[in-house]
T-cell receptor, first 114, second 112 residues
Framework: DSGVTQTPKHLITATGQRVTLRCSPRSGDLSVYWYQQSLDQGLQFLIQ???????AKGNILERFSAQQFPDLHSELNLSSLELGDSALYFC?????????????FGPGTRLTVL | KNEVEQSPQNLTAQEGEFITINCSYSVGISALHWLQQHPGGGIVSLFMLSSGKKKHGRLIATINIQEKHSSLHITASHPRDSAVYIC??????????????FGKGTKLSVKP
């Protein structure tokens, strides 16, 4: 158990809908990272937050957004969903801001868009 | 060309065999990670390296910064080692600083 929690575990929805994925980092970790793992693209970095502020952005679509709250949990919002958004979404946490240090991964949320 | 290349893509071994998985990268990095992804999907961080060699139980990871290459070795492999092993590098250039760039993974199957 990494200490990172993600909810829900599975999510099935329809095209055009909006969903919110939630992540709680390990106790004491200030950085949260979001990753997408699809069959064709593999794992890709989406976005990082550190202590409530956006720190780095990767291959995140404009339809996707994220935030980190004062209690350090983070939410990833996916809107106008398309079939291609079906993937595993992982969050990870670490203590450091700059991405240095080990990252601890949550169990993932499996999103299926029908 | 991918910035992080792993070989082989798939690997089948007999229990007890010595296994090597290779990772080559083409960008400047501040660290390299080896991750293990179980069939259920969960990801576990095995090693984080910036130089030299690290050992944990039957797992050994090495990195050669000059050659931009890392290897993950598993000694005395066991069926429970069956998983996907993913190499990821942390870029140290431009806007990628701190972000992980992932290889496509190596699927290992160890037969009893």
């Amino acid at each position: 158990d990494s200490g990172v929690t993600q909810t829900p575990k599975h999510l099935i929805t329809a095209t055009g809908q909006r969903v919110t994925l939630r992540c709680s980092p390990r106790s004491g970790d200030l950085s949260v990272y979001w990753y997408q793992q699809s069959l064709d693209q593999g794992l890709q970095f989406l976005i990082q937050y550190y202590n409530g502020e956006e720190r780095a952005k990767g291959n995140i679509l404009e339809r996707f957004s994220a935030q980190q709250f004062p209690d350090l949990h983070s939410e990833l919002n996916l809107s106008s969903l398309e079939l291609g958004d079906s993937a595993l979404y992982f969050c990870a946490s670490s203590k450091m801001a700059g991405g240095s240090g080990e990252q601890f991964f949550g169990p993932g949320t499996r999103l299926t868009v029908l | 060309k991918n910035e992080v290349e792993q070989s082989p893509q798939n690997l089948t071994a007999q229990e007890g065999e010595f296994i090597t998985i290779n990772c080559s990268y083409s960008v400047g990095i501040s660290a390299l990670h080896w991750l293990q992804q179980h069939p259920g999907g969960g990801i576990v961080s095995l090693f984080m390296l910036s130089s030299g060699k690290k050992k944990h139980g039957r797992l050994i990871a090495t990195i050669n910064i000059q050659e931009k290459h890392s290897s993950l070795h598993i000694t005395a492999s066991h069926p429970r080692d069956s998983a996907v092993y993913i190499c990821a590098v942390r870029g140290n250039y431009g806007g990628s600083q701190g972000n992980l760039i992932f290889g496509k993974g190596t699927k290992l199957s160890v037969k009893p």
